[in-house]
């Protein structure tokens, strides 16, 4: 399975992102790892070029939303309908709540959101639904 993976907007949160490219290759991902401050077209790109299976976005500053409105678009000028969307890490500025958070991705056109969970936990979940037959 490829998957690329990256820090949205303007976020540079190198140890993190290094972290979850680690964790992938653990787990057998063939990744595409992006680094930080990666505009959304950036990413829609790489999943075309590289024919990925997952686009994993991650964000720790909590300014994803900004970044992540214009995904409806971009997923209608492409045929992604076989890519599995996925966002974590920290979504928002302040305190929210983790039930909203997912909402909101998910109106995004994000399959799966982990607003502030385990790295592990998250991947397990991942893994667990490209078994399962993507979203």
């Known amino acids: 399975m490829r998957v690329v993976t990256g820090v949205v907007g303007n976020d540079i949160h190198v140890v993190a992102n290094r972290l979850i490219e680690i964790s992938l290759r653990e787990r057998g991902f063939e990744v595409f790892n992006l680094g930080v401050n990666t505009y959304l077209e950036e990413f829609i790109d790489a999943v075309i070029e590289t024919d990925a299976n ?58 799966l959101v982990f607003h502030q969970i385990d790295l592990n936990d998250g991947l397990d979940i991942v893994e667990e639904t490209l078994r399962d037959g993507g979203r």
């Open 54 to 111: 997952v686009l994993l976005i991650s964000s720790l500053n909590g300014e994803a939303e900004g970044w992540s409105r214009d995904l409806p678009i971009l997923k209608g000028k492409f045929d992604l309908d076989s890519v599995l969307f996925v966002i974590g890490g920290n979504l928002s500025v302040g305190e929210a709540d983790s039930v909203e958070m997912e909402r909101k991705y998910r109106d995004y056109g994000f399959d």
